[in-house]
């Protein structure tokens, strides 16, 4: 009977052991969950901070050609308004040129036809 009782004593001394080592291992685990947890949130927030940087650096280099094609588009526009201006300057110097030149013939034909 008493061998039982040791055997008994035993086994529960054994088994308080075993649930020891098993609650510190759980404590562990726990803490090393508790750990990764806070790394995951550390590097979420380092990604979306990462974003954000890349974010604003995009969008600062996107301004600066956006405004010079603004630039570009406004002379541009200036510069076809100019040679429209011109254009049509050319266009009544020649008519006026055409007219003259017709007016001409008309007056050195009439005048040879007078003659005649």
Do not use: C
Not at 74 to 98: A, C, D, W
Request: proline share 1%; charged share 20%.
């Amino acid at each position: 009977m008493e061998s039982k009782l040791e055997l008994f004593q035993t086994t529960s001394k054994n088994i308080e052991s075993k649930q020891q080592s098993l609650e510190q291992l759980q404590l562990k685990i726990s803490a090393s969950l508790s750990e990764l947890k806070q790394q995951q949130e550390k590097s979420e927030k380092g990604t979306i901070s990462l974003f954000r940087e890349m974010n604003k650096v995009v969008n600062q280099d996107q301004d600066v050609p956006v405004g010079e094609l603004n630039h570009v588009q406004v002379e541009q526009k200036s510069l076809l308004n100019g040679m429209s201006k011109v254009n049509k300057i050319y266009f009544t110097i020649n008519n006026v040129f055409g007219v003259s030149i017709l007016g001409i013939l008309v007056y050195l034909l009439m005048k040879k036809i007078l003659i005649l």
